[in-house]
């Protein structure tokens, strides 16, 4: 019989099978972005049994996932920058263009960066946060008889309501709230998608939803944090022909979120 502790043990040894892939070809920018998917889909769960769990644990958990995916963010966001340049690249050929001198700065900053989250330091605290992690679940004692269907259910269609009013009253020039929907849309389909057993029919069409907005709301946070960042790495250019060309990327990205 599925459970809501089975679901959540999954989940965890999902995050551990993604952090061993991860060690093995860290050069893979796939490994990196799934395993922070596995962190933020338990942590998602999480927030979603939030009405069902003790404070003091619920915050435990949330704050050791937060700062376990927090490890990979710089490199995740450094993947996802040279993906586009690759395509602005791609869009844009020009032979006196020297994007082949870029890339190899791109490259080498995805390397030391790459490093950083392979130091001791780092792997140390990222696995005694998952072990935080581990040892608070192993507290959690959901049982069956606490009308798990029910709960779902009515979490379901208050998480739908409410996602549904922001987003209709989403100012997409807002960033931060843009942010905001777009966490709260990933909350939804995990849960929509993992509880989905203890009630299908709701389940479905939450999933839908929540994909929906995810995705409108994932295009312009992903082209806000691909213009800061390359304005950042911009401002640390020595070559200007380098300088510039990140700079014309960046107005690229600005153009989504305008």
């Given at each position: ?102 890339f190899s700065v791109l490259r080498q900053n995805r390397q030391d960066e790459m490093r950083q989250t392979l130091n001791d330091q780092a792997q140390e605290k990222f696995q005694n946060e998952l072990k935080q992690v581990d040892k608070q679940l192993t507290k959690l004692k959901f049982t069956q008889s606490t009308g798990w269907h029910q709960y779902i259910v009515k979490e379901l269609n208050r ?100």
């Amino acid at each position: 019989m599925t459970t809501i502790q089975s679901i959540l043990k999954r989940r965890y040894q999902a995050i551990l099978v993604e952090n061993t892939r991860y060690l093995n070809n860290p050069y893979d920018p796939e490994r990196a972005h799934d395993l922070r998917v596995m962190i933020r889909t338990l942590r998602g769960l999480i927030k979603f049994l939030k009405r069902r769990i003790d404070p003091a644990v619920y915050t435990d958990i949330d704050t050791n996932l937060s700062q376990a995916a927090i490890l990979f963010g710089d490199l995740r966001e450094l993947d996802v920058l040279i993906e586009q340049a690759g395509l602005y690249t791609y869009d844009h050929p020009d032979k006196d263009a020297d994007y082949l001198h870029l890339f190899s700065v791109l490259r080498q900053n995805r390397q030391d960066e790459m490093r950083q989250t392979l130091n001791d330091q780092a792997q140390e605290k990222f696995q005694n946060e998952l072990k935080q992690v581990d040892k608070q679940l192993t507290k959690l004692k959901f049982t069956q008889s606490t009308g798990w269907h029910q709960y779902i259910v009515k979490e379901l269609n208050r998480r739908n309501h409410k996602l549904v009013k922001i987003y209709e009253e989403l100012n997409f020039k807002d960033y931060p709230e843009v942010h905001h929907v777009r966490k709260r849309s990933k909350t939804l389909r995990y849960a929509s998608t993992y509880f989905g057993d203890f009630a299908p029919n709701k389940a479905n069409k939450s999933a839908k939803l929540a994909k929906d907005i995810q995705d409108d709301t994932g295009t312009i946070t992903d082209a806000h944090v691909n213009y800061m960042r390359l304005r950042q790495l911009a401002d640390k250019m020595t070559k200007d022909a380098d300088k510039q060309l990140l700079l014309k990327i960046a107005d690229e990205q600005l153009k989504k979120f305008e």
